[in-house]
Nanobody, 122 residues
């Protein structure tokens, strides 16, 4: 059974940092896309960034470029989201998800984690 488990969320002041982890089990993800989504209160789930598992190429939402970094550890079968200079508008539930192809639509992703809450206070 494939599972994605996020961890690392919490409460942080504006300007602070958090590192989220997405640990995969039940399967080794060496191809496809691992993406991070977030859903802010009252809003739809949106993609924050992604990483190609074949070559670690990454891409980001414009509003997080320069502040967020996605990386991976193949040995641990884990993907990370390093979030620096956090802003109150980054407050959301963050999810990792896997897809065979790059897509912005959540419906394209086959496997999802349960989500982890990130709250940024002003």
């Amino acid at each position: 059974q494939v599972q994605l488990v996020e961890s690392g969320g919490g409460l942080v002041q504006a300007g602070g940092s958090l590192r989220l982890s997405c640990a995969a089990s039940g399967r080794t993800f060496s191809t496809g896309i691992m993406a991070w989504f977030r859903r802010a209160p009252g809003k739809e789930r949106v993609i924050v960034g992604y990483i190609y598992l074949s070559d670690s190429y990454t891409g980001y939402l414009d509003s997080v470029k320069g502040r967020f970094t996605i990386s991976r550890d193949n040995y641990k079968n884990t993907v990370y989201l390093q979030m620096n200079n956090l802003k109150p508008e980054d407050t959301a539930v963050y999810y990792c998800a896997w897809s065979e192809i790059l897509a912005t639509s959540p419906q394209s992703y086959s496997f999802w984690g349960q989500g982890t809450q990130v709250t940024v206070s002003s």
